[in-house]
């Protein structure tokens, strides 16, 4: 049986080399996303068998988790296992019986894990999407900045001009004057 640090690394190891690489960005956050939900759901209610189970034909399953690289592994590596059930497929956890504690418990514990995980991936995401944002915002602050100073400059020299251009017609008045 995996160590709590090599099935740490292995969770590690689907989420970002998987989950995150080979999918399109959006893809990845919604698949983790769901994930978390999923686990977080089993976590709280840990004996409810309808958090436990996901059906095949569950489209927000299988257009988050199902079609994304990496998110059946996931559930594979955490302990769900295909299964029919009232003739649908469907992806089950099945929980160590009653009498089992430590079991239920090692179960438990490998769920917080990659609970933890799942959050931790969701959190990075969150504040590189915050960081771009600020980013992004600077630079539209800059760009009005230069923006300004452009027109600053411009309406500067139309000043200057306007100014030169009356000394001109003042000089050349006072020329034709003499």
């Given at each position: ?155 500067e ?10 000394r001109?017609?003042q ?8």
């Open positions: 049986m995996a160590t709590d640090k090599e099935f740490r690394k292995s969770l590690h190891d689907i989420i970002i080399k998987q989950i995150s690489r080979n999918n399109r960005p959006e893809d990845a956050y919604k698949c983790v996303d769901t994930l978390s939900k999923i686990v977080g759901n089993i976590i709280k209610f840990p004996h409810d068998e309808t958090k436990r189970r996901l059906k095949e034909s569950n489209k927000i399953v299988k257009s988050t988790v199902r079609e994304v690289d990496g998110g059946v592994e996931f559930l594979i590596k955490i302990g769900f296992k295909a299964k029919v059930v009232d003739f649908q497929k469907s992806f089950i956890l099945e929980m160590p019986r009653n009498n089992d504690t430590s079991q239920l418990l090692k179960q438990l514990e490998n769920l917080e894990i990659a609970h933890e995980l799942l959050e931790d991936f969701l959190q990075k995401i969150k504040e590189r999407s915050e960081l771009k944002e600020r980013a992004r915002v600077r630079e539209k602050i800059a760009e009005e900045s230069r923006r300004k100073i452009a027109l600053n400059k411009i309406e020299d139309r000043e200057r001009r306007a100014v030169e251009d009356e001109l017609k000089s050349r008045k006072d020329i034709e004057g003499f």
